[in-house]
């Protein structure tokens, strides 16, 4: 009887020790889990309080990738554009006139056009 009580503490031992173990491996799967669930969250809450636009999110497990620029970054490019765009319409507009006046006026227009930009920009 007696040892069959040994042999019965050692296989009780053994499976309590596999128990743990299993246990140790699944708290830390949720603990990694649960560390990439609040590193997303904290991404989507920078999102959400900094007005970033959002232009790329790549799920996959909990992992996510955000690309994204601020609203005063694509003001910025959308601004820059359309200042180019002046200029380009503006360098039409002198072609369209004769030869023997166009460097003069495209010099006047130019300044007249850089003065009317940096009040723009203030």
Known sequence: MLRNYET???QLNKQQKIQVEKAEVAQG??????????????????VRTH???????????VNCVVCFHTTQEKEQKQFREALKQ?????????????????K????????EKEIEQTD???
Request: glycine share 0%; with cysteine; aromatic share 4%.
């Open 120 to 122: 723009k920009v203030r």
């Open 51 to 61: 007005k970033f636009y959002v232009c790329q999110i790549l799920e996959e497990n």
């Open 8 to 10: 019965d503490i050692e």
């Open 29 to 46: 799967l949720d603990m990694k889990l649960a560390s990439k669930k609040l590193k997303a969250d904290q991404v989507c809450q920078l």
């Open 86 to 102: 002046e200029f380009k319409l503006l360098k039409q507009e002198v072609d369209m006139l004769p030869k023997d006046i166009r």
């Open 104 to 111: 003069e006026t495209m010099k006047r227009k130019r300044e």
